[in-house]
T-cell receptor
């Protein structure tokens, strides 16, 4: 059963703690992405990775870190430096499609709440 | 100015109605246009994508792109309560480039 899995579904963090969100895909996609979704603001790109061992900052990378040691895995760490981390976090992956565009497929999301 | 604008709604229609969802964008460099559907507390799922101007139909859904007006639309015919969700438009300049998302329009289809 191919797809993208994210865990946990819900995560609670105390202020000052780092937490890591998991994202795994078995679609054999090269590129993976992390987005943050807040009410009224749509999806904003945090980090993305086009190949293993390489990743780039998105629009709102401050306070976040990632790694891409394996093709199928792209974990996101929300550090204590992120001042407003409460949000819905979405992981996506993509591969070039038939019409020369890379269609992104999303995981089910992780809802992070800071207590 | 945001690169893509989308009315957040909510939009409430009776079952069977034709729904029109729209986005406008500011940069003519965008060439790829997508519509995603997102149910509450779930990840977005791709509904339609189009390249450049024109129409694309898939069942009850039609995506329309007017590059001259920088305007994209999604039409839903014979809307069903199961269509109740948030619809996100997304635009892309070239393959491999990042997606830029609209804020999403929340749609409710009343039985």
């Amino acid at each position: 059963d191919g797809g993208i899995t994210q865990s946990p579904k819900y995560l609670f963090r105390k202020e000052g703690q780092n937490v890591t969100l998991s994202c795994e895909q078995n679609l054999n996609h090269d590129a993976m992405y992390w987005y943050r979704q807040d009410p009224g603001q749509g999806l904003r790109l945090i980090y993305y990775s086009q190949i293993v061992n390489d990743f780039q900052k998105g629009d709102i990378a401050e306070g976040y870190s990632v790694s891409r040691e394996k093709k199928e895995s792209f974990p996101l760490t929300v550090t204590s430096a992120q001042k407003n981390p409460t949000a819905f976090y979405l992981c996506a992956s993509s591969t070039p499609g038939l019409e020369s565009t890379d269609t992104q497929y999303f995981g089910p999301g992780t809802r992070l709440t800071v207590l | 100015q945001k690169e893509v604008e989308q009315d957040p709604g909510p939009l409430s229609v009776p079952e069977g109605a034709i729904v029109s969802l729209n986005c406008t964008y500011s940069n003519s460099a965008f060439q790829y246009f997508m519509w995603y559907r997102q149910y509450s507390r779930k990840g977005p799922e791709l509904l339609m994508y189009t390249y450049s101007s024109g129409n694309k139909e898939d069942g009850r859904f039609t995506a329309q792109v007017d590059k001259s007006s920088k305007y994209i639309s999604l039409f839903i015919r014979d809307s069903q309560p199961s269509d109740s969700a948030t619809y996100l438009c997304a635009i892309q300049k070239s393959s491999g480039d990042k997606l830029t998302f609209g804020t999403g329009t929340r749609l409710a289809v009343r039985p």
